[in-house]
């Protein structure tokens, strides 16, 4: 009996590979260059979406970090089992600077190999490219071996995928400010009913530095300054500082996301927190993630790539982020938010720099501290 069943498990994985073998006979002549073409440039280009369903069937896990709220990672885990069921999903939510720093340290020190999925953070971006595996993401995509739509993935490296979009609106409370008050574009703050703690501004000013691509540096710089003459409460964190605003102890805020102003209004029954969306609109990029170099479920990571770029994923991310899906989405309750919409969209070359526009933002102001509210 031990004979027969180690002739058919032979039997079993020649099958497989012949089938492996017969996909990558199969694919076009233009697909079998552009695997050349990746190759010579070091990276990974598979010609056929079965083999990589196929392979992801051996591998049977994966293991990935996350930014996500808790129910999305609750639900995500269980939509994504159902559509791949032979792959045992594993997400672990990672939020925060000082994860961000501790977790890129245990990278670089080769204490972090059990990911398949990294989580890649703005200000330590380039501190992950080495560790990263060199999968052609955008080259499969761009012939539809993926499903991924091309702007959500970096066209330098290739390799990661930035499946949010976060772009930020001006809340205010409606008993404070009048709807005929509120500010219709970013000019309107500067008028002198909004002076003199008036409306906060948060110390770390990405709404503001996200007006570069739209404005250019100077134009934004010259803008910054002229907010820190309004005298404003100078706030860190939109969240704390959306409680107060229904609490009534601040009139307005620019710049908290809208998935974070969304979040508080489900829990203002007496619809208190409103909001504009000034244009033009500044809009980065969120949730970039990429495939851990040497990971041993390559296939399955790039199964979870394409789920998470997908219409199943996306309408989760709107549900219980809440509304923080792409606005590369079509359909997506970000993009149907912003559509018509002058925007300012801060690029994948772009989304370097936000530090240092942040840096020279904060500059403008004058360098200013966190005030507590009352």
Known sequence: MAFFKMVYLS????????????????ASPELLNAKKEAEAK????????????????????LRALVE???????TTVQAFMKKYPFINLYLQEITGTDSAQRFTLEMKAGRSKEWDILHLWTDFYNDFIPY?????????AGRGILQIPAPMIDPRHRNIVAFYSRFQVTAYNKNLVLAQQAPKVWEDILKPEFKGKRFAADVRPSEIAALVPAWGLEKTLDFARRVAA???????????????????????MIGPNFHTVKRSQEKDPAAVLQYVVLQPVPV???????????????????????WMAGPEAQKLADEH????????????????????KKLSVVSWEQHQKMAEW?????????????????
């Open 11 to 26: 039997l079993v994985a020649g099958y497989l590979g012949y089938c492996s073998v017969a996909l990558a006979a199969a």
């Open 42 to 61: 070091g990276y990974i280009f598979l010609t056929s979406h079965d083999e990589i369903i196929a392979e992801a069937k051996k591998e049977g896990k």
């Open 68 to 74: 996500m709220e808790s129910p999305t990672i609750r």
């Open 132 to 140: 990263l595996s060199k999968v052609d993401v955008l080259g499969m």
């Open 230 to 252: 309004q005298q404003p409460l100078w706030v860190r964190g939109a969240s704390r500082t959306l409680t107060s605003i229904l609490a009534g102890e601040i009139p307005m």
């Open 284 to 306: 980065r990029l969120s949730l970039l993630e990429a495939i851990q170099a040497g990971s041993r479920n390559l296939h399955a990571a790039l199964l979870w790539l394409e």
């Open 321 to 340: 982020e809440p509304l923080g899906s792409s606005v590369y989405a079509r359909g997506g309750a970000v993009e149907q938010e912003l559509r018509g």
């Open 358 to 374: 942040q840096a020279k933002v904060l500059e403008a102001y004058g360098f200013p501290k966190a005030e507590k509210s009352k």
